[in-house]
């Protein structure tokens, strides 16, 4: 099976992989992997009824001549333990305050017994019982260090999450096909991402090569990993062909603080990781007034429409919108608590910024937010376009609430580029800010 | 890429077991980011129906988000639960399918839309079929 690589793109390798026709192994079919004892890490807290699903398909995955799973526990109060025993699970109970994402599955591989390691996450779910086999499969008949593999949105997965997944896997070029990449011609932060990118939703790798190297860092360590194996002349690859189940719906305060860390490990891990210069006061003018455009202009008018609607006209709605939106003028209020698609932190948060960081001015807009949310408005359509051609009531709230998270996530974004670029006096300014988004993710 | 999904009758009119498995498999599909429609027979008062092709009225609407394709003979063909060949529907099905131009279809109920299927193996569009219902 020859696999393509984006064969126009110099940076990638391109490599054909033996023939294994990944998703036509049945049970009956597949070869038994006698000598390969696989441990299964997984770090839990409060992992709800759902758990039980994911260790049963765990427990069901044929092929390997045994599978541990061990699960590291940072203080789950549900019935968390109680399943993870009933399965006959390793428990690793670490304290609360001690978990990160790396610590947490560093002492999970330092107890595994297996000789190769899958890491994966306490609300994934493998679609059949070969998925293991088919990512071993991949890893034995290729020279590569470590395999990971895209997700499969849940049947509740929102338009949001859908979209931000669609994109990302164009970005590292996985949409409908796998990939084995090694260190790019050109490294830089682009083609360093795309090629290193290993899933800690489903990773695996064996247990000599993991321990040579472990995870590190309190965020992204599954990128990290992949950045070293390939900076270390190994190859990984990222399956399309195989998929986990996995998908999250959280509120848009997340979003907001997502975007605020993803940026900060960005200029963290990439030299050459572009931060603008942004003033932090200008730029609460600039979440202000773009918080009110979209609430006053872009959600007001779409609730004029008439459903269901072609996609091109709401699309065409939109961009005239926003084409004049130099037009209109710095806002005196905002209405924050009648809006229906953020959650109560976002809420807070924006509220807080207009009370004590906003300074009024009855000025023209002059910022940029805007225009970065209508690029990312863009990519949004394009992913509409290739999957609906009507926009009913459900889909529209869905946009609706698209249009908030897809915002809070830039503003989350550009106030991280603030606290990067300000000098040591403003960083003091701003650290309550940065203490908040940071926590938790 | 897009699905076309074939069943003998279809929300909101039906909703028993094939009908729902339609469904999901549809939504799902379009969740995963294909395009997706539903082509089914259905019963609806002849008022209902935008459109007039020959002997058979349509009616496109959105089910819960999935696009839906409805329709009726004007004139009941005696055969219609039973039969599979008219002339009448193969042609109406063949100018829908090269409309809809779907990459493969996926019939859920083969009953009233059998001539569909034989659209499609002319035009070398791929079908599978799935075998519900005890028709």
Not at chain 1, 101 to 119: D, M, P, Q, T, V
Not at chain 1, 332 to 353: A, E, G, S
Request: negative net charge; glycine residues 4%; aromatic residues 14%.
């Amino acid at each position: 099976m020859k696999f393509l690589l984006r064969k126009t793109d110099k940076d990638f390798t391109t490599i054909n992989i033996p023939k294994i026709v990944l998703p036509d192994i049945t049970e009956k079919e597949l070869k038994q992997y006698n000598e390969i004892n696989i441990s299964v890490i997984i770090p839990t807290k409060n992992a709800g009824k759902e758990f039980e699903y994911l260790l049963k398909m765990l427990r069901n995955q044929k092929g390997f001549n045994s599978i541990e799973i061990v699960i590291v526990d940072s203080g789950s109060t549900d019935e968390t333990l109680s399943i993870a025993k009933e399965y006959d699970s390793k428990i690793i109970n670490i304290l609360p305050e001690d978990f990160s994402h790396s610590y947490a599955r560093n002492i999970g591989a330092e107890n595994a017994s297996g000789n190769y390691l899958l890491f994966t996450v306490q609300d994934a779910l493998p679609p059949t019982n070969t998925w293991l086999y088919n990512l071993m499969a991949v890893l034995k008949n290729n020279d590569i260090a470590a395999v990971s593999c895209a997700e499969i949105p849940r049947e509740d997965a929102d338009l949001f999450y859908r979209v931000i997944c669609w994109n990302h896997y164009n970005f590292l070029g996985v949409t409908n096909k796998d990939k084995i990449s090694g260190m790019p011609e050109i490294p830089n932060y682009i083609t360093l991402r795309q090629n290193g990118q290993l899933s800690d939703i489903a990773c695996l790798i064996s247990k000599d090569k993991f321990m040579n190297y472990k995870y590190r860092n309190s965020y992204a360590e599954d990128l990290d990993l992949g950045i070293r194996l390939i900076k270390d002349g190994y190859k990984i690859a990222f399956l399309s062909s195989t998929k986990i189940i996995h998908s999250h719906n959280r509120a848009a305060y997340y979003f907001l603080k997502r975007g605020y860390v993803d940026n900060l490990f960005l200029a963290d891990v990439f030299n050459d990781f572009p931060i603008p210069r942004i003033s932090f006061n200008n730029f609460v003018s600039d979440i202000i007034f773009t918080y009110n455009f979209i609430n006053e202009e872009i959600i007001k008018e779409i609730y004029k429409l008439v459903l269901p609607i072609k996609n091109v006209e709401i699309e065409r709605m939109i961009e005239d919108k926003f084409k004049y939106v130099l037009e209109f003028r710095y806002p005196v209020n905002i209405n924050v608590d009648d809006n229906n698609y953020i959650d109560d932190k976002f809420k807070i948060f924006i509220k807080n910024l207009f009370n004590e960081e906003y300074k009024k001015e009855n000025k023209s807009y002059n910022g940029f937010l805007v225009s970065s949310l209508f690029d990312f408005l863009k990519i949004t359509f394009e992913y509409i376009n290739n999957t609906y051609e009507f926009i009913d009531e459900e889909l529209l709230k869905e946009l609706k609430t698209c249009i908030y998270k897809e915002y809070s996530m830039l503003c989350g974004a550009h106030l991280a580029y603030c606290y990067l670029n300000s000098s040591q006096k403003e960083k003091q300014n701003l650290q309550k800010i940065h203490e908040e988004l940071k926590e938790g993710i | 890429m897009k699905i076309l999904y074939l069943v003998h009758e279809f929300y909101p009119e039906f909703y028993t077991g094939t009908e729902k498995f339609v469904y999901n498999i549809a939504l799902m599909t379009q969740k995963f980011g294909n395009k997706v429609k539903v082509i089914t027979y259905s019963f609806y008062e002849d008022t209902y129906y935008d459109k007039s092709i020959g002997n058979i009225l349509v009616k496109e609407f959105i089910y819960k988000g999935i696009p839906v394709l409805a329709f009726k003979f004007k004139n009941q063909p005696y055969d219609l639960h039973f039969g599979l060949k008219n002339p009448g529907l193969y042609d109406f099905a063949e100018n829908i399918i090269k409309d809809e131009n779907p990459d493969i279809i996926h019939v859920g109920h083969p009953m009233r839309v059998s001539e569909f299927i034989k659209v499609a193996l002319k035009l070398n569009i791929s079908y599978i079929i799935t075998l519900t219902d005890f028709f």
